[in-house]
Nanobody, 126 residues
């Protein structure tokens, strides 16, 4: 059974940092892309970033680039989202997701992923 479990969310002041973790199990970790998404109240789920181990590439949204970093620990089947310089607009539930055939050109699309974690809340206060 493929399972993803996020952790590390919480309340942080603007300008602060958080490191989210995604624990993966039940699949060949290095063969799958791992994406991070977020969903704010009343808004659609949006892609934050994605790591595709087979290509060695990591992709970021415009809002995440330069502030967020995705790291992947294949030995532990873990993916991390380091978030720095947080702003109130980053407040959302953050999800990790995985899929066997995530197109590089569509890494940000919800429909590109097959499996999702339950999410972790990130709240950034002004």
């Amino acid at each position: 059974e493929i399972r993803l479990v996020e952790s590390g969310g919480g309340l942080v002041q603007a300008g602060g940092s958080l490191r989210l973790s995604c624990a993966a199990s039940g699949f060949s970790f290095d063969e799958y892309a791992i994406g991070w998404f977020r969903q704010a109240p009343g808004k659609e789920r949006e892609g934050v970033g994605c790591t595709i181990h087979s290509s060695g590439k990591t992709y970021y949204s415009d809002s995440a680039r330069g502030r967020f970093t995705i790291d992947r620990d294949s030995a532990e089947n873990m993916v991390y989202l380091q978030m720095n310089s947080l702003i109130p607009e980053d407040t959302a539930v953050y999800y990790c997701a995985t899929g066997r055939r995530v197109p590089r050109s569509r890494w940000f699309a919800v429909e590109s992923y097959e499996y999702w974690g339950q999410g972790t809340q990130v709240t950034v206060s002004a």
